[in-house]
């Protein structure tokens, strides 16, 4: 019987996009028996939701899904070097995403240097899926200011507009808008006068 294959799939998810949900249910479901989806703390990014609200959303959405088998999938965090992460939790695999070839150089530079450091662990890429290869958590977020939804996970979007975080961007949206029903933001069309 073959090893159990291990995989990591890192990001911050800030927020998880359906993008990510993809990558996701395609690694679990074709790629490796277990996966590990490792929410980075990556401060230095000034992530939008905390990383325990990143975690929460990524675990209601995998909960979601019909595709994936139970318990083949755990969420967690990290804070250190992905492919030590990877190696600690006993993983073999790192799943990356790419939307496009402009995605490939980064990932394959660090992809050669994961290797470097640690060569039983190997990278996967997965391409998303062409409804898919649009979407960036840096979109979705402009978006969740925006109050729109279908490319993101509802939660992100009761998240994002059911408090104010304290996040400087957050705020800034608030201010250039006007809070409506329900907490969601509406943004003023300064070129017609109209919201």
């Not at 929410?39 to 000034?46: L, R, S």
């Not at 990524?58 to 979601?64: I, L, M």
């Not at 969740?144 to 998240?159: E, H």
């Amino acid at each position: 019987m073959a090893n159990k294959q291990v995989g990591v799939y890192p990001g911050t998810f800030d927020p998880i996009t359906n993008g990510h949900l993809d990558v996701i249910v395609r690694a679990a479901t074709h790629v490796v028996d277990h996966l590990i989806v490792a929410v980075a703390v990556n401060a230095g990014k000034g992530p939008l939701f905390t990383v325990e609200e990143r975690c929460k959303m990524v675990e209601d959405e995998v909960a979601k899904s019909k595709e994936i088998k139970p318990g083949s999938i755990e969420v967690r965090t990290f804070d250190n070097l992905l492919v030590k992460f990877a190696a600690d939790v006993g993983a073999n695999v790192v799943v990356r995403g790419l939307r496009a070839v402009s995605d490939f150089e980064y990932e394959f530079q660090m992809a050669a240097m994961n290797r470097r450091l640690y060569p039983d662990v190997e990278t996967v890429f997965l391409m998303a899926s062409d409804r898919n290869q649009f979407i960036s958590s840096r979109f979705v977020k402009e978006v969740l200011l925006a109050a729109t939804s279908g490319i993101s996970c509802p939660k992100a979007l009761r998240i994002s507009s059911s408090r104010n975080t304290g996040n400087p961007r957050l705020e800034k949206a608030a201010c250039d808008g006007r809070m409506g029903s329900g907490g969601v933001l509406e943004f003023r069309n300064y070129s017609s006068g109209m919201t």
